[in-house]
């Protein structure tokens, strides 16, 4: 087993977007989780709530990484990283950037955070 990575804060100018969902399958309810922080680790945004139309696991990690980053545009104008544990959400999110986004944004998809 792996041990957990650290979290590393972000480049200085840069900020890092953390977001995570969880389902639970029996009972089909879904939460997210985000957490946007500045090169000095210090939290801008803390935000959570209950998606009600997700349907799996990858689905919520889908609407935790869009809400992350619609509040990243919103509250901020720094540049970001958009981190999650979500490999295949992370993946999508750079083919869509491929098409044209129009603001510097790096994705980090680790398998394993602490």
Same mark, same amino acid.
């Given at each position: 087993m792996r041990e957990p990575s650290k979290w590393e804060p972000p480049p200085e100018g840069?900020?890092? @977007? !953390?977001? %995570?969902?969880?389902? %639970?399958?029996?009972?089909?309810?879904?939460?997210?989780?985000? $957490?946007?922080? %500045?090169a000095f680790g210090k939290a801008l945004l803390c935000s959570w709530r209950v998606p009600f139309r997700a349907r799996n696991a990858e689905?919520?990690?889908? $609407?935790?990484?869009?809400?992350?980053?619609?509040?990243?545009?919103?509250? !901020?104008?720094e540049k970001a990283i958009?981190?999650? %544990?979500?490999?295949?959400? @992370?993946?999508?999110?750079?083919? $869509?950037a491929n098409f044209g986004v129009r603001f510097s944004l790096l994705?980090?998809?680790?398998? !394993?955070?602490g």
């Open positions: 840069w900020i890092k @977007i !953390n977001v %995570d969902g969880g389902f %639970d399958n029996d009972m089909g309810k879904a939460g997210i989780g985000i $957490v946007i922080r %500045d689905e919520t990690e889908a $609407v935790a990484a869009t809400e992350g980053l619609r509040l990243a545009v919103e509250w !901020n104008q958009l981190e999650s %544990d979500c490999a295949s959400v @992370i993946q999508a999110f750079k083919c $869509v994705f980090v998809e680790e398998s !394993n955070r």
